[in-house]
């Protein structure tokens, strides 16, 4: 019953993407026609891609910081380094509200930075990276600290060492941070109202805004097209898990 709950809805609304009616309470035939004219719609076009450029940016500048601040939070060791770790951690738990008015006043009143692509990446990136660094910093935990000791009495710099030895240990937390962060970033709502321009308008914002003035079939049809994606992705992942597996 849990699952009919979660899945049902789900399912009703694919099945009515196909609905031939311009109305989603009765179905009157199978169509097509809706996909057909997501692909023509412009706006959500423009919107998505937009989404993709935020969610791209946010990701390697979450990737970036995230692994390299759980690298420093690890390795060295400096004052007030727990007080640091828990501010890091702070956007994870905030609400999204006090957090995309906060962000405002920054760019507008303190920055004077116009609204637009800018401020969305820096937005996201601020609550995304975190996830990085968890993810990084508990992979962290189980590092064997004689693997960075053997290849620099192997010749290798500290650099290389970390390049050549760290980096693939770490590689599979960095990967599953770096989808975490595109998956928040091209989902986020609450924040992007709050530092988007008129420009920068990304596809979670088009789709509420269209919502509201009635539930048009298109929707439908893009919300099909992005369960597709997920469950192939899904389904991939799960195939390449159970061939690593011995």
């Known amino acids: 019953m849990v699952f009919a709950f979660l899945y049902l809805p789900i399912a009703l609304l694919v099945v009515f993407s ?3 009616s311009k ?4 179905w009157e035939g199978f169509s097509t026609k809706w996909y057909e004219a997501l692909l023509t719609n412009k706006v959500l076009i423009t919107a998505f891609e937009n989404s993709l450029i935020v969610a791209l940016f946010t990701t390697l500048l979450s990737t970036f910081l995230g692994t390299i601040g759980a690298w420093m939070l690890h390795r060295y060791r400096f004052p007030y380094q727990r007080a640091l770790a828990l501010l890091i951690f702070i956007p994870m738990v905030m609400p999204e509200v006090l957090m995309g008015v906060s962000l ?5 009143q ?3 930075l116009p609204l637009g692509f ?3 990446v820096i937005s996201h990136t601020t609550f995304c990276f975190p996830f990085v660094l968890v993810g990084v910093q508990a992979r962290l935990q189980g590092l064997d600290p004689f693997l960075e000791e053997a290849a620099m009495d192997l010749g290798a710099t500290p650099l290389k060492a970390f390049w050549k030895v760290i980096m693939p240990y770490l590689m ?3 990967v599953s941070g770096a989808l975490m962060s595109f998956t928040l970033s091209l989902d986020e709502y609450i924040v992007s109202v709050f530092t988007t321009g008129a420009q920068s308008q990304t596809l979670p914002l088009k789709v509420y805004g269209m919502a509201k003035v009635g539930l048009n079939p298109q929707l ?3 919300s099909a097209i992005f369960i ?3 469950v192939v992705v899904a389904i991939i992942s799960h195939t390449l898990a159970r061939r690593k597996t011995p």
Not at 104 to 108: A, H, K, P, S, T
């Open 18 to 20: 196909f609905n031939s």
């Open 220 to 222: 439908n049809a893009l």
């Open 228 to 230: 597709a994606a997920t």
């Open 172 to 174: 599979p937390a960095i």
């Open 104 to 108: 405002l006043v920054l760019f507008v």
């Open 110 to 112: 303190f920055l004077n």
């Open 118 to 120: 800018t401020t969305l």
């Open 23 to 26: 109305l989603n309470i009765r």
